[in-house]
């Protein structure tokens, strides 16, 4: 069982930065890939990174490569996705998952892949 907490979302204008922070508990960190998920009104949720477990593989969906970064710290049991020139497009509320793999180099788009998730954090960008 892992816990997942997300924190660090808020307000911001169009052009800015954020950090995200998904703080872990429970079982060995390390054994999870880590996952950033968003969902906006009326939306479905959708993929937005993903980090495998020896941080050596990320992947990024196409509206935020080149302006988002995951990244992670084992030792510290925690996740994190940097925002920068942030859109209002951007203005969701960003989920943080985790799913076990025995791989350390898996990563993975699907939700139904994600065995564990995090309550939430709302991120508004305004024009």
């Known amino acids: 069982q892992v816990q997942l907490v997300e924190s660090g979302g808020g307000l911001v204008q169009a052009g800015g930065s954020l950090r995200l922070s998904c703080a872990a508990s429970?079982?060995?960190?390390?054994?999870?890939?880590l996952g950033w998920f968003r969902q906006a009104p009326g939306k479905e949720r959708q993929f937005v990174a993903a980090i495998s477990r020896n941080s050596v593989i990320t992947d990024y969906s196409d509206s935020v490569k080149g302006r988002f970064t995951i990244s992670r710290d084992n030792a510290k049991n925690t996740a994190y996705l940097q925002m920068n020139s942030l859109k209002p497009e951007d203005t969701a509320v960003y989920y943080c998952s985790a799913a076990r793999r025995s791989y350390a180099y898996s990563t993975s788009r699907s939700l139904s892949d994600y065995d564990y998730w995090g309550q939430g954090t709302q991120v508004t960008v305004s024009a």
């Open positions: 429970g079982q060995t960190f390390n054994s999870y890939v």
